[in-house]
T-cell receptor, first 117, second 114 residues
Framework: EAGVTQSPTHLIKTRGQQATLRCSPI?????VYWYQQALGLGLQFLLW???????NRGNFPPRFSGRQFPNYSSELNVNALELEDSALYLC????????????????FGQGTRLTVV | AQTVTQSQPEMSVQEAETVTLSCTYD???????LFWYKQPPSRQMILVIR??????QNATENRFSVNFQKAAKSFSLKISDSQLGDAAMYFC???????????FGQGTTLQVKP
């Protein structure tokens, strides 16, 4: 079974441009989490989608946005890129069982390394 | 709101020795999961161990075990017989059973010395 896949692996953009990052969850998983990890630092929660809806949003400006498609894959868009947006962006997928998040760990992709120059 | 705190940015241990990584959390919920994830230099996040809040027994996975103190809201990870491959960044995480919200601590970088 394929794991969580993220594309591209690396992305280099110029300040002011837009970046689009993609995530395909494990088959059967309906929930996708996005995290930003600046170099050597912890995971900052960005966005969480479940069943096509945005469930929660971290403390990030509106230029960070995303969506989840009917097949549960997800896209993270970052507009008007700034130098400090350079980071590793991690996607994780999970699912709910019988209405509860029990015995349902989150599985991570390899991440997209975004560099803004 | 739930929070997760890891107060040790860096730790080091001698190969074959034992090390304990600390984690505290804050929540008003009674039903939740706690996890320890490992992120090696390859950057792939790997689940190390998980603990269900309603279980009093501490979880164990081979050389990895936890000390779960629910009343104190403490969840430490003990690594026994440390190996060079254990060198990584370790993250403590909290998962709400009812809402699915998943939050992480700041991480602890573990160095294993040969």
């Amino acid at each position: 079974e394929a794991g969580v896949t993220q594309s591209p692996t690396h992305l280099i953009k110029t300040r002011g441009q837009q970046a689009t990052l993609r995530c395909s969850p494990i088959s059967g998983h309906t929930s996708v989490y996005w995290y930003q990890q600046a170099l050597g630092l912890g995971l900052q929660f960005l966005l969480w989608y479940d069943e096509g809806e945005e469930r929660n949003r971290g403390n990030f400006p509106p230029r960070f946005s995303g969506r989840q498609f009917p097949n549960y894959s997800s896209e993270l868009n970052v507009n008007a890129l700034e130098l400090e947006d350079s980071a590793l962006y991690l996607c994780a997928s999970s699912y709910v069982r019988d209405g509860l998040w029990r015995n349902t760990e989150a599985f991570f992709g390899q991440g997209t390394r975004l560099t803004v120059v | 709101a739930q929070t997760v705190t890891q107060s040790q940015p860096e730790m080091s241990v001698q190969e074959a020795e034992t090390v304990t990584l600390s984690c505290t959390y804050d929540t008003s919920e009674s039903d939740y999961y706690l996890f320890w994830y490992k992120q090696p230099p390859s950057r792939q996040m790997i689940l190390v161990i998980r603990q269900e809040a309603y279980k009093q027994q501490n979880a164990t996975e081979n050389r990895f075990s936890v000390n779960f103190q629910k009343a104190a809201k403490s969840f430490s990870l003990k690594i026994s017989d440390s190996q060079l491959g254990d060198a990584a960044m370790y993250f403590c995480a909290y998962r709400s059973v009812n809402t699915g919200k998943l939050i992480f601590g700041q991480g602890t970088t573990l160095q294993v010395k040969p």
